[in-house]
Antibody, heavy 119, light 108 residues
């Protein structure tokens, strides 16, 4: 079964850091770009970051640029999002989603992990 | 950045009716790289359409997409109870990837 499973979410204080992970199974992870998409409570979807299959291309939304870093380990079929200097407005469910190419639709999504930034 | 504006914000219809959802882009979407996603409460988004008019695997043919350039439409014929959800359009042709704000399709 093709699957993406996010982990690492939780409650964190403003200004602190958190690392999210996304574990892939059931498909050739190193053939796909992967993205992070978040959804604040009761709000819409926001693309956060993406990375190509070989990590040659990465991108970030302006709202997280300079604070978040995306990376992947193809040997471990895993994607990561290092989040620093967290703010209250980063509170959201974070989904990882795969796409066949970096600029492509996202055909498989994980169930998400929740990040709450609060003192 | 391409801004996607979806309308209406909320659409109230009955099962069996047709739903027409609109997505307008602030500039032309490259290669018509426009996708539609469905999201139900507590669930992850699900891909419905890509390339503006191609159905994703397993999506029933009552769902159809059309449009090009800056104006796109998702049509759902003969609404089923499971179709009531929030729908998002997304452009994936240029950076940054952007989503519309969503249309809530509710049962009347």
């Amino acid at each position: 079964e093709v699957q993406l499973v996010e982990s690492g979410g939780g409650l964190v204080q403003p200004g602190r850091s958190l690392r999210l992970s996304c574990a892939a199974s059931g498909f050739a992870f190193n053939d796909y770009a992967i993205h992070w998409v978040r959804q604040a409570p009761g709000k819409g979807l926001e693309w956060v970051s993406g990375i190509s299959w070989n990590s040659a291309t990465t991108g970030y939304a302006d709202s997280v640029k300079g604070r978040f870093t995306i990376s992947r380990d193809n040997a471990k079929n895993s994607l990561y999002l290092e989040m620093n200097s967290l703010r209250a407005e980063d509170t959201a469910s974070y989904y990882c989603a795969r796409s066949r190419h970096y600029y492509f639709y996202m055909d498989v999504w994980g169930k998400g992990t929740t990040v709450t930034v609060s003192s | 950045e391409i801004v996607l504006t979806q309308s209406p914000g909320t659409l109230s219809l009955s099962p069996g009716e047709r739903a027409t959802l609109s997505c307008r882009a602030s500039q032309s979407v490259s290669n018509n790289y426009l996708a539609w996603y469905q999201q139900k409460p507590g669930q992850a988004p699900r891909l419905l359409m890509y390339g503006a008019s191609s159905r994703a695997t397993g999506i029933p043919d009552r769902f159809s997409g059309s449009g090009s350039g800056t104006d796109f439409t998702l049509t759902i014929n003969r609404l089923e109870p499971e179709d009531f959800a929030v729908y998002y359009c997304q452009q994936y042709g240029s950076s940054p990837i952007t989503f519309g704000q969503g249309t809530r399709l509710e049962s009347k």
